[in-house]
């Protein structure tokens, strides 16, 4: 079964528009791990306008100290300022993205030929320290080689432009890039993570076509169903169109 991550950056920004410490990105951060999601996810950026460095340790040591089986996944750009947080909260996965400091959220997937060195140095650093390291990457198939020497262990299929396809045409099309792009990857002997803009309505056509789908990473999606019903049952809805059969 893939595995549900819940991105807790939206909480984090509900939380910085006032000084009052609420909504707790802790308290939240149980409340789905009790309602079956099976780990957390953060992206913290370096203005900190949603998730803090402080979250980043908090979330780390309550998932050690209370939830020891959930998975703690930090996405960011590898900058030494990053792999430095990184290192000193120990997650389970990091996620490297190609975002601009000031990007309003990640919107492309890494270009290998442009990065040089800078992945495989990271990936190296990340996985001494014990982390699992994935590489944010747009559909393409192409990718698949690059991504391995890297050596990094999965990749992260950028599904944004299926998220936001506006017919069912356009979501076919954009869905037959990602199926080749994991077949491809899967060949390679990389694993898939994937997220941005699944939804409950188009997540389960996306994990039929793509298979297998190790982790699902959902923020904004899962979050705006959790205003409407509460984020205990969106999570258990997310995870029944994961579920097999």
């Keep these: ?18 000084d009052v410490g609420w909504p707790s990105v802790l308290g939240i951060a149980r409340l789905v791990l009790e309602a079956g999601a099976a780990g ?4 913290p950026r370096p203005d900190e306008r949603h998730i803090r460095r402080t979250d980043v340790g908090e979330l780390g040591a309550m998932l050690r100290a209370e939830y020891p089986r959930a998975e703690y996944n930090i996405e960011g750009y590898p900058s030494g300022r990053f792999l430095a947080l990184v290192e000193e909260s120990m997650p389970d996965q990091v996620t490297f993205v190609p975002d601009d400091p000031g990007q309003a959220t990640s919107d492309h997937g890494w270009d290998f030929a442009a990065s040089g060195d ?15 390291v994935a590489l944010f990457v747009d559909a393409d198939p192409e990718i698949a080689e690059p991504a391995r020497t890297t050596g990094a262990d999965r990749v992260e299929l950028y599904t944004g ?21 994991a077949n491809a ?30 982790e699902v990473s959902i923020g904004h999606g899962i979050t705006a169903d959790a205003l409407v019903m509460g984020f205990g ?10 579920a097999p059969g």
């Design 161 to 181: 432009p299926y998220g936001a396809a506006r017919n069912d045409d356009a979501r076919r099309k954009e869905l037959a890039k990602l199926v080749k792009t």
């Design 118 to 132: 800078l992945l495989p140095a990271a990936v190296g650093r990340m996985q001494k320290a014990g982390c699992r």
């Design 1 to 18: 079964m893939t595995c549900l991550s819940v991105n807790l950056n939206a909480v984090a920004m509900l939380r910085n528009r006032r």
């Design 40 to 43: 957390i996810t953060v992206h």
């Design 185 to 214: 990857v899967h060949g390679a002997g990389l694993g898939v993570n994937a997220g941005h803009d699944l939804t409950l309505s188009n997540l389960g056509q996306f994990i039929a076509a793509v298979s297998p789908v190790d």
């Design 233 to 242: 049952e969106a999570v258990r809805r997310y995870k029944a169109v994961l």
